[in-house]
C-alpha cells in the first residue's frame, strides 16, 4: 500500500487511471472484510450514485482496533496532553482503546441505539471524543459530531436534521484560561429536538449542571456497568458511517455523508502515504473532531494504520505561544500536522517561543484547510522544520472524505504554497465558468474531480437533490470543488481560494449567506451583506455591511447587539470581524447585490472598483467607500 519513489507514484498513479478497479480493489485486499465485495466501482455523476466496494460487508472498528491486537495490544495508540501545562500525558494503548470503545457502544446498545441510528456528538477533545466515534460505528450508528464552538441553535438544527437519538457531551470544556459551558449549551439546544432520548455527560470539569431524570446519564457509571467486549455490526461498504455538517453558498449547512467501506480503504491509504508514517512514528494532528480533519487524520486514518498519536485538548496560545513546540519536544512528535491560521499567529508571537524547545525529532510537516501563504509556509520550513522537513501542503475537504491532492512526504519534490500532485486515483480538471475543460499547463481555473475516489461524498442527509445541485451540476459529469485553482508550467497545482460565497476564517468554512441570515435576526437590520477580505493571521476576515434605517442606538451598541444575534444563532467563530453600518447596498437594476464591490471595498480597495454603471444608485458606493472600516 505504501508508496516508496517517486517513481512508484508515477507508476500507481498511471495505474489508478487506467485500471481504477483493480487499482483499489488491490489496496482494499489490506482490511479485514467479513465478506469479500462483488465488484469494485459502480457510478454515475448525473444522478449521482457512487457505489464502492459493492456488498462488501466489515466494520471500520475491527480494521481501525480488533485488527492490531494482540500484537500491538500494549503500543499506544493515543497520547494525550491537557489543556493544563505540566500535567502528565495519558497513555491510551490499543487494548485500553478497545475496551473504552466496546464500553461506550455497548452504553448506546443499552439506550436502544441500533443500525442506523444517528447520534450527535458535542464534545471537547479529550479521548472520549473519539471513542465516541468509534463507538458509533461499532455498532452501526451514523455519528454527526457538532463543533465545540457552535451554538445552541446550530446543534439544534444538525440534531433535528438527521433525528439524533442520543447526545453524547461534557459538563464543560477547558479551553486556554477558559472554561466553556457545554451541558448548558446542550440543554438549551434540546428545548425543541424531540427526536432525542438520553443524553450521555462525561465529567470533564466537574461544574455544576442540570441533569434531566429520564433522558440525562451520567458517562462514568454507564460505562461502569458495560462489558468491555462488543460484537461489531456487520456493516455494508455502502452504509452511512458518518453525518458532518458544512457550509455552503446558500441556505443552512448540509449534512455530507460518507459511507464505510471506501472511506476506510481511502482514508488509510492517504494517510500511510502522504505523511509517510512508518511504524513507532509519533504522529500530531492539532485539529479538532468538529472537523473533517478531526474524523480522517485523528481518529480513522491513523487507527487505521495502527500509528501512534498525540490528541491536544488546548489551544496554541495557552500557556503561551510555544505550547505546540513544548509538547513536540516533550512527546518526541516526528510528525505534525496543522493549519496556516496557527502556524501565522505563532509567528507573529515570535522565535523566542520556539528556540527554547528541541525539535530534532520532527520528520514531517503538514498543512491543512486554507491556502497557505509563502512567508507561512517559509517560516515553518525553516524554524520549525529546521529545513530539513519537507512540508505536505494537503488540500481536500469535508466533501472528499480525505486529502485529494499533497505532496507524498520526502517524496514529491515541494513547492511553497502549492499542494502540488494528486494522490493516485484522483483526477483533477480545471474548467473555465462555462465548463469547458482548459487543458495544458501554466493556466488557472474552476477545481473538479473527473472519477471517482473511494471516500467522495455520497449524499447530504435527507437531501439527495441538494447533493447533486451543489457538487454535480455545475458542470456536467464533474464534481466541482468550490475552489479555485492554478496548474503551473510543471503540472503543479496550487489553490487559490473559493469561487463561491463561502469563506474560509482560521480554516473555518463559513457561508457568507448563513451569516448573513443570522444578522437580519437583528430587529433592526432590515439587509446585511457578508464578504471576506484579507485577515493576517485568520488568512480571512468577515466583513458585514448592514442597513439600519431607523434605530435609537448607538453604531458600538447595533454592533454589539449584531455580534450577539451572530453568536447565538451560529456560534462564536462566525461573528464578524467589521461591521459597517450603511444606508444602502450596490445593488443591479434587477435587485442583485454586486459583491465584487462590496469585496473590493472590504480589502481596502477605494479606486478601481469596477463599472458601477449599472447600479440602481451608484452614490451608494461613494458612501460605502467613505465609511470603509
Ligand atoms: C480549503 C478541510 C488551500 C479549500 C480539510 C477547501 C485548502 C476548503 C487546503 C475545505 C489547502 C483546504 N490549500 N485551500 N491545502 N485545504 N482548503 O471542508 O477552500 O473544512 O474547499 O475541509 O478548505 O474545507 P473543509
Known sequence: MQIRSFEEYKNAYELSIKEPENFWAKIAENFVWRKK???????????????????????????????HLPAKANDIAFYFEENEIGRPVKKITYQELHDEVCKLANVLRSFGVTKGDRVCIYLPMIPEAVYSLLACARIGAVHSVVFGGFSAQSIRDRINDSSCKVVLTSDGAYRGNK??????????????????EKVLVFKRTGEKVNMQSNRDLEWDIEINKQRSECEPEIMDSEDPLFILYTSGSTGKPKGVVHSCGGYMVYCCYSFINVFQYEPEQIYWCTADVGWI???????????????????FEGIPSYPDAGRFWNIVDKLKVNIFYTAPTAIRSLEAAGLDFVKPYNLSSLKVLGSVGEPINEEAWQWYHKNIGKEKCPIVDTWWQTETGGILISPLANITKTKPSFATLPLPGVQPVLVDDKGKLIEGNGVEGNLCIK?????????????????????????????????????????????????????NVSGHRIGTAEVESAINEH?????????????????????????VPKTTKSQDELRKEILNCVNKIIGPIARPDKIQIVSGLP???????????????????TKNLGDVSTLLDPLVVEEIVKGRL
Open 37 to 67: 465485495w462483488d465488484k469494485v466501482l459502480d457510478w454515475n455523476f448525473t444522478e449521482p450514485k457512487i457505489n464502492w466496494f459493492i456488498n462488501g460487508k466489515l466494520n471500520i472498528t475491527e480494521n481501525c482496533i480488533d485488527r
Open 179 to 196: 472554561q466553556i459551558p457545554m451541558k448548558a449549551t446542550v440543554d438549551e439546544a434540546l428545548k425543541d429536538c424531540p427526536s432525542v
Open 293 to 311: 480533519t478531526g474524523h480522517s487524520y485523528i481518529t480513522y486514518g491513523p487507527l487505521l494504520a495502527g500509528a501512534s498519536s498525540v490528541i
Open 451 to 503: 472519477f471517482p475516489w473511494p471516500s467522495i461524498i455520497r449524499t447530504t442527509y435527507g437531501d439527495h437533490e441538494r447533493c447533486r445541485q451543489t457538487y454535480f451540476a455545475t458542470y456536467h459529469n464533474l464534481y466541482f470543488t468550490g475552489d479555485g485553482c492554478k496548474r503551473d508550467e510543471e503540472g503543479y497545482y496550487r489553490i487559490t481560494g473559493r469561487v463561491d460565497d463561502v469563506i
Open 523 to 547: 430587529a433592526d437590520v432590515v439587509e446585511s451583506a457578508v464578504v471576506g477580505y484579507p485577515h493576517d493571521i485568520k488568512g480571512q476576515g468577515i466583513y458585514a455591511y448592514c442597513i
Open 587 to 605: 445593488k443591479t437594476r434587477s435587485g442583485k447585490i454586486m459583491r465584487r464591490i462590496l469585496r473590493k471595498v472590504a480589502e481596502g480597495e
